[in-house]
C-alpha cells in the first residue's frame, strides 16, 4: 500500500528543443509530481527524516531539469524520476512535464508528457 505526495506546478527554464531558437533562447516547463510513498513511519514518528523532504526534492528536480539540454521532453521526464527515484522510500514516480510555449503553428493550451516509473523499471 502506497500513499501519493504530490508538488505540481514548478516551473524552470531551460534550453530543451530540437530547434536552434528553442536551444538559443530558452522557455519554461512545469512539472508536476506525484510520488507513492508509505507515510506511516512519518506519521508515526512526526520527523522529516522519515519521509521524502519535498523541498529538497523539488529543488533537484528544478536542477535536473534546468541542465544540460537535450531534444525530446521525454529525455527529461526520464531524467526527472530518476532524480525522484533516488530516495529509496519512493516506491513509484509520475510525472508530467508540460511545455506550455512549445513551437507550434496552432492554437493550444498545452503540451505536456505524463510518464509513471517503479523502482526496478526506471528504464524499462
Partial sequence: MTDELSVT???CFAHHGVFDFERREGQVFVVDLVLGIDTRPAAASDDLVDTVNYGTLVADVKAAVERDPVDLIETVAQRIT???LL????EWARVTLHKPDAPIDATY?????TITRTRGNAHD
Fill in 9 to 11: 506546478g514548478i516551473e
Fill in 87 to 90: 530516495d529509496t522510500r519512493v
Fill in 109 to 113: 493550451s498545452d503540451v505536456a508528457l
Fill in 82 to 84: 530518476d532524480v525522484c
